[in-house]
């Protein structure tokens, strides 16, 4: 869309299906970097990935022509795709369908990146149940149980 200005900023959150901690340290960094990889290749910018085993938080800034149910399907879609093919694990890596995606000011894009940078350091303290749900009040999203991730409790 030529002379189309805008800034877009999502934070995206999905979990591994059922929850389960998949996402090794073996490989977590490589995962992140292709994601990265994954944002440039649709024309996108990344800001930020990073997560814990079970979930991955996403900062990017969208281009309008992009919906961002399309960039999270593609997201996704590939990045599975390069877990399976690569056999970082005895059996089939799928994300949970959904997630959150939010919109985020410009303002607070810096708060966010520090946000996902400190995943690890934050769920010492929040459970991503507790996260999570934050995130849908904080964005105005009265949660329906029936469309809520798996949540366990104690897995970190």
Do not use: C
């Amino acid at each position: 869309m030529p002379n189309t200005f805008s800034q877009l900023y999502i934070h995206h959150v999905s979990a591994v299906k059922y929850r389960q901690a998949l996402i090794l340290p073996e490989f977590e960094e490589r995962l992140h970097h292709y994601i990265i990889g994954i944002i440039k290749e649709l024309n996108q910018t990344p800001i930020q990935v990073n997560g814990m085993p079970d979930h991955i938080h996403i900062a990017a800034r969208l281009r309008p022509a992009m919906a961002p149910s399309v960039f999270v399907q593609k997201v996704k879609t590939n990045s599975s795709r390069w877990i399976n093919a690569n056999g970082f694990l005895p059996r089939e890596f799928t994300w949970q369908t959904g997630g959150g995606i939010f919109s985020v000011s410009k303002t607070h894009v810096d708060a966010l990146t520090q946000y996902i940078k400190n995943q690890k350091k934050h769920h010492k303290k929040v459970s991503f149940k507790s996260e999570y749900l934050k995130l849908l009040r904080n964005n105005g999203i009265d949660p329906d149980d029936d469309f809520l991730p798996e949540f366990f409790e104690g897995l970190y």
